[in-house]
């Protein structure tokens, strides 16, 4: 399918979407194949920074969508630092940060904009998120990681207060943090707060960001009425690099709003010893498993 012209060509730019991607290409093609849909009538651009993939991505899609902009990076300048090239280049009233192993419903944009501007304190909005197999994901509504939060999930003592589980999925909320995986925000909040810092290398980006949104005196919504689908990797959460890179995340969060005390320290602690612990797990599975595999005389 080839769309015949730029979408974005008659109409002012409302909605600036930015999607970084990385070696995922038909991923990628399935979510702007929604996306299309979902801006038709908005006035909107798309604009897609490609971080050096070795897949074709951009030779492979820009044909297909001659209508979006594409920006090739000649090295990996990671997520946070290419969604923000994305947004110094974006002229939107309202910029959404959304990946490319996403599919919109048709009606998404329209809605959540819509909430937006009938919701002056607010500064930005996350939606509901399932998995490809329809699963609800918790990630879609989050509290900060305070010291106390942050011992208790990496403990595995309670994950509620992280997750917010209190808090009705189907329902709005006003909330603290946002998933970066869809996160629409008004460009003069943005103008005030900057984009996403660029020292996190992975995962705590959307934290960091919308911390400062609050901190800028705006509210971040849950808004539970448009539900996309995130097909997140199943495989990070059983590897050891995610994991300690997302605990790693928490303890950089945690330095630079919290400072470098005691707390910090038991944190460093915790997560080199739940690495620890779970290096062994992992290895101690696989040896387990490949004795299984043996077959018997």
């Not at 500064?123 to 699963?135: C, D, T």
């Not at 990681?145 to 709005?172: Q, R, W």
């Not at 602690?269 to 696989?286: D, E, Q, Y």
């Amino acid at each position: 399918m080839r769309l015949p012209f730029p979408l974005a060509t008659f109409i002012p730019v409302t909605l600036s979407i930015i999607i970084v991607n990385y070696n995922v290409k038909h991923l990628l093609e399935h979510c702007l194949y929604s996306v299309s849909k979902a801006i038709e009538g908005i006035g909107a651009e798309v604009i897609i920074i490609d971080n050096a993939s070795v897949d074709g991505s951009i030779g492979y899609l820009q044909p297909l969508f001659p209508g979006f902009q594409f920006i090739s990076n000649s090295v990996n300048e990671g997520f946070a630092k290419a969604n923000n090239k994305g947004l110094a280049m974006s002229a939107g009233k309202f910029v959404l940060f959304l990946n490319p192993d996403t599919l919109i419903p048709p009606d998404c944009f329209v809605k959540c904009l819509a909430f937006l501007e009938a919701h002056p304190a607010a500064g930005a909005i996350g939606v509901r998120m399932v998995n490809g197999q329809g699963e609800f994901l918790p990630e879609s509504k989050r509290g900060f990681p305070t010291p106390a939060v942050s011992l208790m999930k990496l403990s595995g003592i309670s994950k509620s207060k992280y997750y917010l589980s209190n808090l009705n999925e189907m329902e709005n909320h006003e909330v603290d943090v946002l998933s970066g995986a869809f996160m629409m925000i008004k460009k003069g909040v943005l103008e005030r707060t900057g984009g996403f810092d660029e020292r996190f290398f992975m995962y705590a980006e959307d934290i960091d960001l919308s911390y400062r949104i609050q901190k800028a005196g705006y509210k971040n919504y849950y808004f539970a009425e448009t539900t996309i689908t995130h097909f997140k990797g199943g495989s990070t959460k059983k590897d050891i690099r995610y994991v300690r890179q997302f605990y790693r995340a928490m303890s950089q969060f945690a330095k630079k709003y919290y400072g470098r005390g005691v707390y910090s320290f038991v944190l460093d602690a915790g997560i080199t010893m739940f690495t620890l612990f779970s290096s062994l797990r992992v290895a101690f599975s696989k040896k387990t498993s490949r004795r299984a595999s043996v077959p018997l005389p």
